[in-house]
Nanobody, 122 residues
Framework: QVQLVESGGGLVQAGGSLRLSCAAT????????MGWYRQAPGKQREFVAA???????NYADSVKGRFTISRDNAKNTVYLQMNSLKPEDTAVYYC????????????????WGQGTQVTVSS
């Protein structure tokens, strides 16, 4: 069984910073892409940032220049450093990972974390 456990959310004033972490545990063989999505109240879940195991990164236009995604492949962990936060960044942030695991047969499957709340006050 694979689990993604997120941490680091909270309440911060506009202009402040937060760092999210997401650790994948379980019978993991490898992880290709790991990333972050967010969902604000009344809105659909949207892509924020992603990083491949090879180091390529991709960002939503709304967070470019303010957020930085990074990975520790040895720890199966992804981070999201969020700077210059704005009230419109308020959302539940979800970690996502494409996990290859083995249970007698190899499988590749996307997993989601439980979400962590980020609230930015004006």
């Amino acid at each position: 069984q694979v689990q993604l456990v997120e941490s680091g959310g909270g309440l911060v004033q506009a202009g402040g910073s937060l760092r999210l972490s997401c650790a994948a545990t379980g019978n993991i063989v490898s992880i290709n892409a790991m990333g972050w999505y967010r969902q604000a109240p009344g809105k659909q879940r949207e892509f924020v940032a992603a990083a491949t195991s090879g180091g390529s990164t991709n960002y939503a236009d709304s967070v470019k220049g303010r957020f930085t995604i990074s990975r520790d492949n040895a720890k199966n962990t992804v981070y999201l450093q969020m700077n210059s936060l704005k009230p419109e960044d308020t959302a539940v942030y979800y970690c996502n990972a494409d996990v290859r695991y083995y249970t007698g047969i190899y499988y590749t499957k996307p997993y989601w974390g439980q979400g962590t709340q980020v609230t930015v006050s004006s």
